[in-house]
């Protein structure tokens, strides 16, 4: 076998929900206009329709996480990658445990959750989630917390509205 485990097993895959017993999910509708780029981001209700948080969103508008489905996934898609599906339905966590791309920051149990709203730099998009505050261009989400620290490709768990 070709992958041996030396020092600390993989924290996750950005998006799956990683203690499902103490999650509540919801179907909620995408938005085509307004795709989401990876699972494991925040979303806001816009218009009836679940979308990502963007430029200039507080954190009052956040409404959960856009859930990794499993075990289904896109036959579109290549081996090692996961593209969320630009409309239809989608799963929203609101309540739980959920796994999440780390862009900036060091991650440590109850450290705060941020997002990204503004001044997206090389490795920090717009929407996506830090765990150190830069002013005004990343909101702290209430609620969320980040459960360990980081594994050696970005990944952590969460725990959001526990």
């Not at 485990?5 to 995408?30: A, K, N």
């Not at 009052?60 to 996934?73: E, I, K, N």
């Not at 900036?104 to 830090?130: M, N, S, T, W």
């Amino acid at each position: 076998m070709g992958n041996a485990i030396l020092y600390r097993m993989p924290s996750g895959i950005p998006g799956d929900v990683t203690r499902p017993s103490q999650s509540t999910i919801e179907p909620v509708p995408l938005d085509p206009t307004a795709p989401f780029s990876a699972y494991g981001l925040f979303g806001k209700i816009a218009n009836g329709k679940f979308v990502p948080i963007g430029a200039g969103d507080v954190a009052a508008s956040v409404y959960g996480l856009l859930v990794r489905p499993y075990p289904t996934q896109s036959s579109q898609d290549p081996l090692g990658t996961s593209t969320p599906p630009t409309k239809g339905i989608g799963d929203a966590l609101r309540r739980g445990y959920q796994t999440v791309q780390l862009n900036a920051g060091v991650a440590a149990l109850d450290g705060q959750v941020y997002v990204r709203v503004a001044a997206a730099a090389a490795g920090k998009p717009i929407g996506g989630i830090e765990a150190a505050a830069d002013g005004t261009n990343t909101i702290a989400i209430t609620g969320a917390t980040f459960m360990s620290a980081a594994d050696a490709a970005g990944n952590v768990e969460i725990a959001y509205n526990i």
